[in-house]
C-alpha cells in the first residue's frame, strides 16, 4: 500500500529564512510525485511533477527534488505570501495518494 | 481557459437527508476524480472516471456515496442519508488522462456539514 508521510506538520519561518519540506514516501511503480499548494478555502493548485530520482524543478522561490525515497520542496528566502499548506502526492495507478501537508507560515 | 467549477461552494444538510455535489471539469480533459479533504486528514480517493470506461469506485467509503458522469463532461457526487462524519470538504479534479504525467487540476470544492 502507498504510503507518503510529510514532515514537519507546521512551519514557522520569518521572512527571507530558508528551509525545506520533506516528503517520503514508499510505493510500488513510482509514477509521480506532485506538490501543490493549498490556501484556505481553495482547492490544491499543481506545483511541480516530479518522475524520476534525481531530478529537480524549480518556480521562483521554491524547488523540488526527487530521491528514491523521499522529496524535498526547498523554499528559499520566503515571503509572507508564500504562507500556505503544501501537499505531497504520490502517482501509482490514476488517483493521488496524498500526505497530510506542512502548514507554511511565513512572518514578516 | 475556464478551470475545474464545483458547486455548490458550501452545503448544510440535516443528517439522514440525501445531498447532490456537482464537479464541471475543464474542457478537453477526460478524466476526472472525485476527493475527499476531511478536517486533520489528507486527501482520499473517492471515484475516478475515464471517458466512457466503468468508473473505479474503490474508494467509495460506503454504498450510500455513488457517483455519474453524464456526456463524458459533467459529474455529480451523490451522498444518501447522510452522516455527521460525512462532514468535509469535497474535490473535484480532472485532468487528461494519461497514465504518464497525468496532472490533475482541482476544483474550489464544496464544504459539506451535516448537522
Known amino acids: 500500500e502507498d504510503q507518503v508521510t510529510q514532515s514537519p506538520e507546521a512551519l514557522r519561518l520569518q521572512e527571507g529564512e530558508s528551509s525545506s519540506l520533506n516528503c517520503s514516501y514508499t510505493v510500488s511503480g513510482l509514477r509521480g510525485l506532485f506538490w501543490y499548494r493549498q490556501d484556505p478555502g481553495k482547492g490544491p493548485e499543481f506545483l511541480f511533477t516530479l518522475y524520476s530520482a534525481g531530478e529537480e524543478k524549480e518556480k521562483e522561490r521554491l524547488k523540488a527534488t526527487l530521491t528514491k525515497k523521499e522529496s524535498f520542496l526547498h523554499i528559499t528566502a520566503p515571503k509572507p505570501e508564500d504562507s500556505a499548506t503544501y501537499l505531497c502526492?504520490?502517482?501509482?495507478?490514476?488517483?493521488?495518494?496524498f500526505g497530510k501537508g506542512t502548514s507554511l507560515l511565513v512572518t514578516p | 481557459g475556464a478551470g475545474v467549477s464545483q458547486s455548490p461552494s458550501n452545503k448544510v444538510t440535516e443528517k439522514g437527508k440525501d445531498v447532490e455535489l456537482r464537479c464541471d471539469p475543464i474542457?478537453?480533459?477526460?478524466?476526472l476524480y472525485w476527493y475527499r479533504q476531511s478536517l486533520g486528514q489528507g486527501l482520499e480517493f473517492l471515484i475516478y472516471?475515464?471517458?466512457?470506461?466503468?468508473?473505479?469506485k474503490s474508494g467509495l467509503p460506503s454504498d450510500r456515496f455513488s457517483a455519474e458522469r453524464t456526456g463524458g463532461s459533467v459529474s455529480t457526487l451523490t451522498i444518501q442519508r447522510t452522516q455527521q462524519e460525512d462532514s468535509a470538504v469535497y474535490l473535484c479534479?480532472?485532468?487528461?488522462?494519461?497514465?504518464?504525467?497525468?496532472?490533475?487540476?482541482f476544483g474550489a470544492g464544496t464544504r459539506l456539514s451535516v448537522l
Open positions: 474542457s478537453g480533459h477526460t478524466a
Open positions: 472516471f475515464q471517458g466512457n470506461s466503468a468508473p473505479d
Open positions: 479534479a480532472s485532468s487528461f488522462g494519461t497514465i504518464a504525467k497525468n496532472i490533475q487540476y
Open positions: 502526492a504520490v502517482q501509482s495507478g490514476y488517483a493521488l495518494n
